[in-house]
C-alpha cells in the first residue's frame, strides 16, 4: 500500500524559500521509475491545480507556467523522498501544497483526477 507523508510547509515572506518534501512508503526501489508522482496546490476557494510533475521512468519534468524557473521538483529513491524546491516566493504561491502519485507515465497536463494517490497536505503561506 502506496503513502505520502508531506512535511515543510510553513510561512515565509515573499521572495523568501521553502523545500517541501513528500515520504513515499510502499514503492520498492526499482519499481520508482514507473511511478509519476506530482505536487498540487489548492488555494482557499479555489481549484487544487497542478505545480509539477517527475517521470524517472522517462527522464520528464512538468511545470506549470506559474511556477517555471522558481520551483524544482525532484525525487530521491534512495531516501524514499520527493521534493518540491520553492525559490523567489510570492504571495500568490499561498496554498495547501500536496504530494500525489500514480502508476503510469506523467502527462504535461497535471490533471487532478489522473492521480489516485494523495498525501494530506501542508500549508504554505507567503506575507508579502
Known amino acids: 500500500q502506496v503513502q505520502l507523508v508531506e512535511s515543510g510547509g510553513g510561512s515565509v515572506q515573499a521572495g523568501g524559500s521553502l523545500r517541501l518534501s513528500c515520504a513515499v512508503s510502499?514503492?520498492?526501489?526499482?519499481?520508482?521509475?514507473?511511478?509519476?508522482f506530482g505536487w498540487f496546490r489548492q488555494a482557499p476557494g479555489k481549484e487544487r491545480e497542478g505545480v509539477a510533475s517527475i517521470y524517472t521512468g522517462g527522464s520528464s519534468t512538468f511545470y506549470d507556467d506559474s511556477v517555471k524557473g522558481r520551483f524544482t521538483i525532484s525525487l530521491d529513491n534512495t531516501k524514499n523522498t520527493l521534493y518540491l524546491q520553492m525559490n523567489s516566493l510570492k504571495p500568490e504561491d499561498t496554498a495547501m501544497y500536496y504530494c500525489?502519485?500514480?502508476?503510469?507515465?506523467?502527462?504535461?497536463?497535471?490533471?487532478?483526477?489522473?492521480?489516485?494517490?494523495w498525501g494530506q497536505g501542508t500549508q504554505v503561506t507567503v506575507s508579502s
Open positions: 510502499g514503492v520498492t526501489y526499482s519499481r520508482y521509475k514507473w511511478y509519476c
Open positions: 500525489a502519485a500514480h502508476y503510469s507515465q506523467c502527462l504535461a497536463t497535471m490533471e487532478r483526477q489522473n492521480y489516485n494517490l
